[in-house]
């Protein structure tokens, strides 16, 4: 799924590549326009533990708070996108980076917020972001980009 940009407005529109016959098809709106939000596929307790995409952050001009919010869209099952509950502490307006976690939700690294780092937590009725006690201290550069790493290197004296 490609989502969201910055060609003249910030952008609501998706598109949905099919592996299979190599097709683009056009995808539902997101709520809010954005433009470098973080984006991830997740299986979410919110949704039963269905596989649903989400998005939350990127900077929009139209609706300033639209940055602090989160989108899902539970395809399995509808073509439109829910603004969850959860809300972030501060507008993450861009160089978003999600990474599932392990129990349906995601952590958030963010160039806005250089030293935190964010996870969101759900049960089967609401989600919540919460700052983790570990700090990235001295990250200095902007728009980052993670991902998970096997144990056996991240071990590596």
Request: aromatic share 10%; net charge negative; charged share 15%.
């Amino acid at each position: 799924m490609i989502l969201g940009g910055y060609p003249a407005i910030y952008e609501t529109k998706s598109i949905i590549f099919n592996p299979l016959n190599g097709t683009f098809n056009t995808g539902p709106e997101l709520i809010h326009g954005r433009k470098e939000p973080g984006i991830a596929l997740i299986n979410s307790p919110l949704f039963e533990g269905r596989p649903v995409v989400i998005v939350v952050g990127g900077s929009t001009s139209t609706f300033p708070d639209s940055a602090k919010k989160t989108e899902m869209l539970d395809y399995t099952q509808t073509n439109t996108w829910v603004e969850v509950n959860a809300e972030l502490p501060y507008k993450a307006h861009y160089g978003n980076v999600l990474l599932p976690t392990l129990t349906g939700g995601v952590y958030l690294i963010s160039d806005y917020n250089k030293n935190s780092v964010y996870e969101l937590v759900c049960d089967s009725t609401s989600c919540t972001w919460n700052a983790l006690p570990q700090n990235i201290n001295g990250w200095c550069c902007y728009h980052p980009q993670a991902v998970y790493i096997d144990e056996e290197t991240a071990n590596c004296p």
